[in-house]
């Protein structure tokens, strides 16, 4: 009889979740809002936007040149990059507060291991190996020339940005922007020197459709509020995307983290499950995109298109790509599986 009676209850619950989707907004799941395209167009992003994760990092070590290179030359619409600074000041790429998960800090620092990236000079990361790594953990798309590759700076990432025959635009994030005071008009100031933030200096940039807009070259994605209040005040006109967590989502409701996004930034980029058409139509209510990350199964994909998701934050672009018709001719990249 428990049993019976506890059957009943998640049964009853069951009901009354499928109730409250549809009357929280059941309508947007039959009828997407259309909305997305137009505003990103606004901003001059292209659409659907397809963002390259730390570059193609499915098969090729994260934040590494061959990552980006090989998103670069698929034709993703920008290369997505974390961006630290040494204790010597210069700007690099990288994700992780340590070095221990992705380079061989191990055998060349074994008493540093748990110093955080931005404690270790330029010339100190230089030594170390931040390929091997990945054939070691994924040895089907293991390459010898991912052996030794070198940390990447802000400045080699414009550069492999600008060297191929398309030519994506860069979402830089500020990673932990709390520990590296100034970080932001430093990131702004690179890319003055390197005359990124001037759109006529390259026409191979995706074409906006519907807008007369010229193509967003750069994005600030970050998860700090004050740092995207700094790219606010330094650069207003460039877009800027706040980034949630699902533990962040769960602290408040979406209609407060979009209130916080009014007075900060252009869009919201979230979890893939957490993208209910029902949160874009009110992001689209307020003129914000959505972006969700990191989607990489064709299932999801295919959900997301449904949706009629604005963008897609991946870490194997060839798969949206595909699903999009929009992967080019290249026979030197193999079919690749949708699990590493």
């Known amino acids: 009889m428990r049993k019976m009676k506890t059957k ?12 409250f989707v549809f009357l929280k907004g059941g309508y947007y799941l039959i009828n997407p809002d259309l909305r997305g395209e137009d505003i990103l167009s606004q901003q001059g992003i292209s659409t659907p936007t397809v963002i390259a994760h730390r570059g193609f990092s499915l098969i090729a070590p994260e934040s590494t040149r061959p990552a980006y290179e090989k998103a670069r030359d698929i034709g993703v619409d920008y290369l997505e990059a974390d961006v630290q600074r040494t204790s010597d000041g210069e700007l690099i790429i990288f ?3 340590t070095l221990t998960r992705s380079s061989n800090i191990d055998e060349v620092y074994p008493e540093q291991t748990q110093k955080e990236v931005g404690e270790f000079t330029y010339e100190e990361l230089k030594k170390l190996d931040f390929g091997s790594w990945f054939n070691d953990k994924y040895p089907h798309y ?13 400045k080699d990432l414009i ?17 932990h922007p709390e520990k590296y005071p100034g970080i932001e008009k430093e990131i702004v100031q690179v890319l003055k020197e390197e005359n990124w933030l001037n759109n006529k200096e390259i026409n191979d940039f995706p074409k906006v459709s519907n807008s007369d807009e010229t193509f967003a070259k750069t994005i600030f994605f970050s998860y700090s ?3 995207l209040q700094e790219f606010k005040n330094i650069k207003p006109e460039i877009p800027r995307l706040l980034l949630i967590t699902d533990t962040m989502i769960s602290q408040r409701s979406w209609d407060s983290w979009l209130d916080t996004a009014d007075k900060l930034a252009d869009g919201l980029g979230v979890k893939g499950f957490m993208i209910w058409p029902w949160h874009r139509a009110a992001a689209h209510e307020r003129k914000k995109f959505v972006f969700p990350y990191t989607i990489n199964k064709l299932w999801k994909i295919n959900i997301l298109a449904n949706f009629q998701s604005s963008g897609y934050i991946t870490d ?15 026979p030197e990249f193999t ?3 949708e699990n590493r």
């Open 8 to 19: 009943i209850i998640i049964s009853s619950s069951i009901v009354l979740i499928i109730i």
């Open 95 to 97: 994700h992780d507060e």
């Open 142 to 154: 293991a390459s010898l020339d991912y052996r030794g590759l070198n940390i990447l700076k802000l």
């Open 159 to 175: 550069h492999i940005a600008r060297e191929g025959n398309h030519t994506p635009g860069l979402i830089l994030e500020s990673k």
């Open 225 to 227: 509020k004050n740092s």
């Open 316 to 330: 194997h672009p060839k798969l949206v790509l595909s699903f999009l018709e929009r992967l080019p001719d290249l």
């Open 335 to 337: 079919e690749l599986t």
